[in-house]
């Protein structure tokens, strides 16, 4: 049985920082692609970040590209999304997913999403 459970959202101020956790579960981890994706207020999910199964190969979506770092820990069955200068348009419930493609269409396997929340 496959689970992904995130942790660390939060209320923010604008500008601040965030890290985001994601632990895995299941044996896929270390054999999958992982990624980001969030779901602002009144829209469609979105892709944010990929990261390979290997940690070599990391993609962003643009608007996140120099303020958000994704990285993972394969011995500890984890991946991480560090988000800085957040500002009102990053707030969103942010899920994890494994499987993740390189065009960032999500892969079969969610966690049940952490808010974050950017206001002062």
């Known amino acids: 049985q496959v689970q992904l459970v995130e942790s660390g959202g939060g209320l923010v101020q604008p500008g601040g920082s965030l890290s985001l956790s994601c632990a895995a579960s299941?044996?896929?981890?270390?054999?999958?692609?992982m990624g980001w994706f969030r779901q602002p207020p009144g829209k469609e999910r979105e892709f944010v970040a990929r990261?390979?199964?290997?940690?070599?190969?990391?993609y962003y979506e643009d608007s996140v590209k120099g303020r958000f770092i994704i990285s993972r820990d394969n011995t500890k069955n984890t991946l991480y999304l560090q988000m800085s200068n957040l500002g009102p348009e990053d707030t969103a419930v942010y899920y994890c997913?494994?499987?993740?493609?390189?065009?960032?269409?999500?892969?079969?396997?969610w966690g049940q999403g952490t808010q974050v929340t950017v206001s002062s």
């Open positions: 299941g044996g896929i981890f270390s054999t999958h692609p």
């Open positions: 990261i390979s199964a290997g940690g070599t190969q990391i």
């Open positions: 997913n494994a499987g993740v493609t390189r065009n960032g269409l999500p892969g079969d396997y």
